[in-house]
Each structure stands twice: as structure tokens, then as C-alpha cells.
């Protein structure tokens, strides 16, 4: 249990960071931890899967990380927030590092409510740290099936202080206008940006201009805004209640699978199971990412599907570990999980190799 940091010490800023699957939150990470004015941040990434990939793609950029794999922050995993930010205070004070700022990363299907909920109501937390802003990314290119399919990304526009819209590139100007009118009907006090492949300023997550209430005097405002989230009624969510509950995702029939190989794929085989999954990709494929080993190559492959958009794979410059298996998460509606596993035995047939569906 980290020793409680020296009590004279100004609140942290925290910035919590959330967008649906796949909106492009570890890209934009990735992107503004190099700014020098983010020297001094810490990263709290949760995700959502049995194979933690966005904490190696963002771990180089930032001063310090610590990773929540096992289950989403606004539920099952919530007790592990106020550990991590407290682990993350212990570790500078013992390194004397001027700790800074914190920015949480939540999982693509995490409600903000509960979240917020905890940082406000936690004593400790409420003394050390200061929730500067809520920014919500809102992938473009999916926004009008994710918003009619999944009331957790309505949750997630709704609680922002900030809302940058990505993707822009993959629509074309009336569709992302059309995106803007609505996100302003659905969240009139946030400021709306369009954000292209991460490529964001410091200020917009850190502009001290939204800084949110930690009094208790401040509370009634911020969860009078809170509670109009449609998976967090005011009830859940009032001052004197209790601390909410971990629950499982609002979203019953979503399933999260891992999928690992411990062998290089072949190209061709690779390129074929490319193109089978894209053809099958939809809203029921909600997320799918992961590190590809592929024959002959040194260095490793990540792959990203959102829904109907299968992005152009891209190569890291390294393998982030010593781990050099493929490594691939899956989020999906309905029956993926057998379609996946199928094209398995169709890669196996063509090639025997050895094959795990859990993580060693
Ligand atoms: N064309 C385009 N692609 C983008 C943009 N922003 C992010 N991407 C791509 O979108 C894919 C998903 O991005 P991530 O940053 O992993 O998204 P995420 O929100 O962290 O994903 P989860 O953690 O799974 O919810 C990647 O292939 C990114 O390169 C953008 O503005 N334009």
C-alpha cells in the first residue's frame, strides 16, 4: 500500500480521457505526451480484453504508466483507481519526480459518471488530485451507427468538457458538419474540435478553463451535469448516496476475446485472413487491435478494425517487449467469437502451427 504523499502538496490535474472504442484516445496519447509543456505526466490506462496492447504504444511517451487490464474502471475494476493514482504519487515522490498532471485513459465502453464519482468522493483522492476536464473523442467516421447502437457513447458526449472529433479525414465536410450541429444539441456546454490522427495541443486537455469541482460545496453542479447521463441516474450518482457498485458493462451482449499465436503468420496467410475479416467487419465488430507477428519481419504489425473501418496496418519501429507473439483483442456484438475462432482452423489447416486462445 503506497505511503500517503506529503499533505501540503497542490492537488494534481487530471484530465479523464474517454471516446468510444476505437475513437483514437492512445493515438492522440501517443501524439501530445511529446509535447515538451507535458513533461511531468503520468498515464492511468484501463482497457478493456484480455490482452493489454495500448499500454506498450503509449508507455514511451509518458513519464510514467500504470496499466488496469483487468476490467473496466466505471465497474468491475473501479477499486483499482484510487491504488493506481496513489501508486503513481508514491513512485515520484520516491524517485523525487516532479509529477505534474495525470491523464486517465478509460476503456472505450466506460461511463465517465462513475469515474468522476470516485475521484469526487474518495477522500484521499479529493485532497490530491483536481479533475481538470473530461474530453471525450468522437470518431467521425462512426459516430452516426455508434451513437444509435450504444447509449455508453451518448454517456460519454454527454459528461465531456471538451469533445474533439477524429477521423475527419474519412468524411467528407458536410457529414463531419453534420456530426458538430449534432454533438452541440446533445452537449450545449462543450467545446467541439476536430482533432486528425491524434494531433492535439496540451491545452486541449489541460486548459484549467473547465476545471471541474472538488468541495463539497461544488459537488451539486457537477453531478447536476453528471446525472443527465442515461446509464447514470442521479440517483446512482447523488453526494450522500453510496459509492456505486461495480457492475458489469451496461452492454450485455458484448464479448471480449483474446486471441494469441504463438507462431509468425505467414504474409500470404495473414494478407488472407486480412481480407476475410475485412469483409466481414460491421457494427458488430466493435474493436478489434493488436500486435502481428508476421514471417520475415522484425518488427511487429498493429492492426486496428472499428466497426466498419478497418485502418491501413502500420509497423512499430519495435517489438515493446520481449513478448513476440500475436497478440489480438476482440470486442464484438453476437457471434465473433465462433467466426474467429473458425478462421483459426481454417489458418490451421492450411498450416499447422500452434495456436492459444488465452494469454500465458
Ligand atoms: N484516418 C484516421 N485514423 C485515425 C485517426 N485517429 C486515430 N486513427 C486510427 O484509429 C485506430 C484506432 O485508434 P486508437 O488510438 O487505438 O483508438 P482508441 O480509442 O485508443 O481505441 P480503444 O482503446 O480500443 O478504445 C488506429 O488505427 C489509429 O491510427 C484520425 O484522425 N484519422
Known sequence: M????????PPLPVCLLTGFLGAGKSTLLNFVLRHPQMAGT???INEYGSVGIDHHLVESASDDTELIADGCLCCTASGQLAESLLALLERARRRQFHLRRIIIETTGLA?????????????TLRERFVVD???TLVDAS???ATLADHDIAVSQITAADRLLVTKTDLVDAAAARQLQYRLAEMNP?????????????????FSGAHRRATSGADFGSLFAKVGQIRFAPAARLSPSGPLINPRPPS???????????DEPLPESTFNSWLAFLRTLCGPTLLRMKGLVNIQGRNVPTVLHGVQ????????????????RRTRLVFITRGWWQDIVGSTLEWLRARKPRSVTDQPA
Open 133 to 135: 476536464s473530461v474530453v
Open 42 to 44: 503520468a498515464v492511468v
Open 189 to 205: 456546454d462543450a467545446v467541439i474540435e476536430h482533432v486528425v490522427a491524434g494531433t492535439a495541443q496540451p491545452a486541449q486537455l
Open 251 to 261: 452492454e450485455q451482449d458484448i464479448q471480449t476475446f483474446g486471441l494469441i499465436l
Open 2 to 9: 503506497p505511503e500517503s504523499p506529503a499533505p501540503h502538496a
Open 142 to 144: 462512426n459516430a452516426a
Open 111 to 123: 461511463e465517465p459518471g462513475p469515474i468522476l464519482s470516485q475521484l469526487l468522493r474518495h477522500e
Open 308 to 323: 466498419q473501418t478497418f485502418h491501413p496496418p502500420q509497423t512499430l519501429p519495435a517489438w515493446p517487449d520481449e513478448d
